[in-house]
């Protein structure tokens, strides 16, 4: 069984910061690309950062400046480092994980979701 866990959300007052955390364990094989979603009330999830196993990173246009994705491979965990958070960043945020096992017979890819953790910035 693979297992995300996800800590470090809150409640938080605008301009201030927090970073997220999201372990993976279990039978984890490989892990590919790792990435963090929110979804606000009524509104649609969205991406807001991913990374590859190389480090390469992407994010939204909203977050770009304020938000820093990272990993540490050898800890299998992925983290979210908030700044200057807005109003409009709260959401629940969900972590993703892109897994690879592989057999003499080949391999397969499998997303792990996280159980979701609440941010929430007061104006």
């Known amino acids: 069984q693979v297992q995300l866990v996800e800590s470090g959300g809150g409640l938080v007052q605008a301009g201030g910061s927090l970073r997220l955390s999201c372990a993976a364990s279990?039978?984890?094989?490989?892990?590919?690309?790792m990435g963090w979603y929110r979804q606000a009330p009524g509104k649609q999830r969205e991406l807001v950062a991913a990374i590859s196993n190389g480090g390469r990173a992407n994010y939204a246009d909203s977050v770009k400046g304020r938000f820093t994705i990272s990993r540490d491979n050898a800890k299998n965990t992925v983290y979210l480092q908030m700044n200057s958070l807005k109003p409009e960043d709260t959401a629940v945020y969900y972590c993703?994980?892109?897994?690879?096992?592989?057999?003499?017979?080949?391999?397969?890819?499998?997303?792990?979701w996280g159980q979701g953790t609440q941010v929430t910035v007061s104006s």
């Open positions: 279990g039978s984890i094989g490989s892990i590919n690309a």
């Open positions: 993703k994980a892109d897994l690879q096992h592989c057999s003499p017979y080949g391999c397969y890819d499998s997303d792990y």
